[in-house]
């Protein structure tokens, strides 16, 4: 079962790559040349050279210190200027605009953004092909979402002697900081609202998947005003900790670890002006009963499991299987496994491919001999086979309660599966959980089915039935309990966490419309709706 790595020359023309030496930052509307230190970008794809296997170094991009991961903040701050900069008092309309004009510069540059997520963070070309197209859709929904929002606010109201008019206004700056796994599509699921709504944003990159953003940073510079969007590269802990310490940091938008999100937000001096919105770890469940349809489920089961390695934060990351189809299940499961095909990102029809985080391999290797230690078997043959940066899947049975793979989030390729016999053991395993995000029940007695969902609709914050978790359709919230996340996203409910519904309310008296009135005639606030329609 042995991992094979290319050489330079097997490599079709179109999927090579040359080293990006990225030196250039977006400042206060100017991109400049970065002169001090870079950081390494390792692909986690290695080269067979001569029987030796070499990590390709994609590049470098700039390793900020603390002097210039501020002058970034001072940019936002400026532009915000307390909310009396060209960009918050500009009008949705105008901001829209501008969106749909970096959309248009975005969606020329598809394909070397494509090309960058299968080099820098390993993953196939059908996953990069449709992160980026997802991306761009979720950004024209957003901005549908936004004109709707405002025809429906746009009306005034009127209401124990008051008219009002109840619109939303953004918060400030907007700290925003991604995923290493959805490095462009998750990102711009929090940048672009952020934006959207008014806020200037300082803007770092996730660990893994940075130069895939440089083609972007003209993009943002021809679409939008001076300071709206800066972006800081480097270290976390030297780069974030200054701008969160400032004080000046409105919202912090992150997709990661809750350990990371944990650091970074206490370090803000005023955590009562802070607004988060978090998404964070998962360790998604899925209740496989006894009457579950096998043969059409176990597709679904794999490819909630495993899809992308397992490296997605909604990924099913323990399967409970009823003890009397525990044969049947592994049987079908290892067959539809045996499908599955490792290789390269440019790979036809690949699925397995190398791990970009740096000690990933080893770090899971330890899960699974601890898995082991505990008692469970690998069921596939070349399970947990390493090969640098890549681990064959290993599918474990059974999984013991004692074992670290049983509560900890393994954001990689190793399902463990735990049979069981009483539906409290389960439901037990997520009423302890630290995590609450999502759960999977598969069955078909619309009566026991029922009845969990009643139970785990107070657990986590989506139940699918019958189908594997995960984040999309876009429009449906995402979010999650206890230590899963803070806050909702979805493409309307973005526009929401950042902005705060303000309401400008006077006397509803004839001197209280005459005076409406006339700001409207005269133009004298872009706020308000132009219509005064009662
Ligand atoms: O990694 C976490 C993502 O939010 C998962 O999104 O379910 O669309 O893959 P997805």
């Not at 390709?56 to 532009?79: M, N, R, W």
């Not at 943002?220 to 590269?233: D, E, L, M, R």
């Not at 495993?306 to 067959?335: M, P, W």
């Not at 735990?418 to 029940?441: H, K, R, W």
Request: hydrophobic share 40%; aromatic share 8%.
């Amino acid at each position: 079962m042995s991992f094979v790595f290319p050489t330079e020359e097997s490599i079709p023309l179109p999927y090579r790559i040359r080293p990006i030496h990225q030196k250039k930052y977006l400042l206060g509307g100017e991109i400049l040349e970065w002169t001090g230190e870079s950081q390494t970008v390792k692909s986690p794809i290695f080269l067979n050279r001569s029987g030796n296997l070499e990590q390709v170094i994609l590049g470098s991009y700039p390793s900020f210190d603390e002097t210039q991961s501020l002058k970034a903040l001072e940019a936002a701050v400026k532009a915000y200027n307390h909310g009396t900069g060209v960009w918050p008092t500009s009008t949705p309309m105008d901001r829209i605009r501008a969106v749909n004009h970096f959309i248009s510069l975005m969606k020329e540059k598809r394909d070397q953004i494509i090309l960058l997520l299968m080099w820098e963070i390993g993953k196939t070309e059908k996953d990069a092909t449709k992160e980026f197209d997802r991306t761009i859709e979720y950004l024209e929904d957003t901005v549908n979402a936004l004109l709707d929002l405002e025809s429906n606010s746009s009306k005034y109201i009127t209401q124990s002697g008051l008219i009002a008019q109840i619109k939303r206004s953004p918060y400030g700056v907007v700290l925003c900081m991604g995923p290493f796994n959805y490095p462009l599509n998750e990102t711009f699921c929090t940048l672009i609202p952020a934006i959207l709504m008014g806020n200037t944003v300082v803007f770092k990159p996730a660990k893994y998947g940075v130069l895939l953003l440089e083609p972007l940073l003209e993009c943002f510079q021809k679409a939008f005003p001076p300071g709206v969007i800066n972006t800081v590269y480097g270290d976390g802990a030297k780069v974030i900790s200054p701008i969160m310490e400032s004080g000046k940091i409105d919202v912090f938008a992150f997709i990661g670890s809750s350990q990371t999100a944990n650091l970074i937000t206490k370090k803000h001096p005023k955590l009562n002006r802070l607004r988060s919105v978090l998404g964070l770890n998962a360790k998604n469940p899925a209740i496989i009963l006894p009457d579950t349809d096998l043969k059409t489920m176990i597709p679904e089961i794999l490819a909630g499991s495993l899809s992308y390695n397992g490296q997605r934060c909604t990924a099913l990351k323990i399967l409970f299987v009823h003890k009397d189809i525990l044969d049947e299940f592994t049987q079908l499961y290892l067959e539809e496994f045996s499908k599955w095909k490792a290789g390269m990102p440019w790979d036809k029809d690949v699925n397995f491919t190398p791990l970009p985080e740096e000690g990933k391999t080893k770090w899971l290797k330890e899960l699974l001999d601890d898995a082991i230690d505990h008692g469970a078997k690998i069921l596939n043959p070349g399970g947990g086979e390493i090969t640098e940066s890549f681990l064959f899947p290993a599918i474990l049975s059974p999984v013991s309660p004692k074992a670290r793979l049983y509560t900890e989030e393994q954001f990689g390729p190793l399902v463990p599966i735990v049979p069981f016999t009483s539906i409290e053991e389960p439901l037990d395993y997520i009423i302890q959980s630290n995590m609450g995000q999502q759960a999977s029940i598969f069955g078909e007695d619309p009566n026991t089915v029922g009845k969990l969902i009643d139970i785990l609709v107070n657990q986590v914050a989506r139940v699918n039935w019958n189908a594997q978790c995960q984040r999309g359709p876009d429009a449906f919230p995402f979010s999650g309990r206890k230590d899963s996340a803070d806050g909702t996203l979805s493409v309307t409910d973005a526009l929401r966490v950042f902005s705060l519904r303000t309401v400008v309310s006077l006397k509803d008296t004839e001197k209280g419309r005459n005076l409406l009135e006339e700001v409207l005639k005269t133009n004298s606030s872009h706020y308000l709706s132009k219509e005064f329609h009662l």
